[in-house]
């Protein structure tokens, strides 16, 4: 364990002494977003564009620990859904209720990942099959639960975490809670992935899972953590997406890939050992920019979802034509 966990930190330090490309990326994205719309600049432009970007920047932070372990996790976007509407059954317009539903769906989100991980750990099945399986499991609860049509309503106490803002702020007027929960929640798994005994357990499982079990290291506990850890933070973006847009069957639909397409845009490596939670998170800042600039360019859906897949792929082909070229 000693040879395999502490490699990590020196990897670590050398990735530290270089600008991940992501910020130069996001930096260029800015400019075009304040060209194209000069009143970005303004305090309501880009509160409203870190509001947006929160959800998916969480979701990427929370899937990047299952990335940087070896694996993938799809069913995060079925766990949104299944909040949303979960929380709608169960509130049903009821302030009250809001107090004991939220702890809930958080449990309920942390509980399908550690399920998760241990069909992948102690079953064997590979985490793509396996997380593809429980998000067709969990789109049929849903719409089982809800018959198709959601019936409850989010009280307002539940919606303030997605759509209330904190005023009077001085310099820039106001801040959305979103972003306050973005801080939180980014700044605890940024901790957790690069200051902990688990990042580094979690770096090492994802470079050389058999010397990391060979040194001692518990691999099924840690690997099960990091799904918990993604489940976790996508129940979190269920509670904020219950408040931006209200109550829906799909409201986490695609939200699995667009977690991963930023995660590796902040050059998290698909094959594990290799990511960041701040760069994952500029990887989701960077790809609500160029949603933002293609809405700018008034082009369609199907456009951003071409755009999508054509940044996956070729930042997947890249790391691979890096790690070929270097051998890490």
């Known amino acids: 364990m000693s040879d395999t966990a ?32 000069p009143s970005f600049v303004q305090p309501p432009g880009y509160m409203n564009f870190l509001k947006r970007a929160a959800p998916l920047a969480i979701l990427a932070a929370g899937q990047v620990y299952v990335i940087v372990s070896g694996g993938f996790d799809l069913s995060v976007g079925a766990i949104i859904s299944l909040v949303v509407v979960g929380a709608s059954m169960l509130t049903n317009n009821d302030p009250a209720t809001t107090y004991w539903v939220i702890p809930l769906m958080l449990a309920l989100g ?37 018959g198709g049509a959601p019936r409850g309503y989010l009280p307002d106490t539940f919606r303030f975490f997605g759509r209330e803002l904190i005023r009077d702020v001085p310099f820039v007027r106001f801040i959305p809670v979103s972003v306050i929960v973005l801080i939180v929640v980014g700044g605890l798994l940024a901790w957790g992935m690069h200051r902990t005994n688990l990042g580094r357990l979690i770096h090492a499982i994802g470079d050389n899972p058999h010397a990391a079990r060979l040194g001692g290291v518990a691999v099924n506990r840690v690997r099960i953590t990091a799904f918990m850890i993604s489940g976790l933070s996508a129940a979190i973006v269920g509670i904020l997406l219950g408040g931006f847009a209200g109550v829906s069957t799909d409201v986490g639909t695609g939200y699995e890939l667009q977690a991963i397409t930023a995660a590796v845009l902040g050059g998290a490596q698909l094959l594990g050992g290799r990511g960041s939670v701040p760069a994952a998170i500029g990887g989701a800042l960077a790809l609500t920019a160029i949603f933002t600039l293609l809405n700018f360019l008034g082009l369609p859906q199907p456009v951003r979802q071409v755009v999508q897949g054509a940044i996956l792929i070729a930042a997947v082909a890249l790391a691979m034509h890096r790690r070929e070229r270097t051998g890490t």
């Not at 670590?12 to 994205?29: A, C, D, M, S, Y």
């Not at 241990?118 to 639960?145: E, H, K, Q």
């Open 110 to 146: 942390t509980s399908i990942g550690a399920i998760n991980g241990m069909v992948v750990c102690f079953l064997r099945v590979p985490s793509l099959i396996a997380t593809l399986g429980m998000m067709i499991t969990l789109n049929g609860l849903t719409f089982m639960w809800s």
């Open 6 to 37: 502490n490699s990590v930190p020196a990897r670590e330090r050398r990735q530290k002494r270089t600008i991940n490309p992501v910020w130069f990326l996001l930096g260029v994205l800015i400019i075009a977003i304040i060209v194209m719309n």
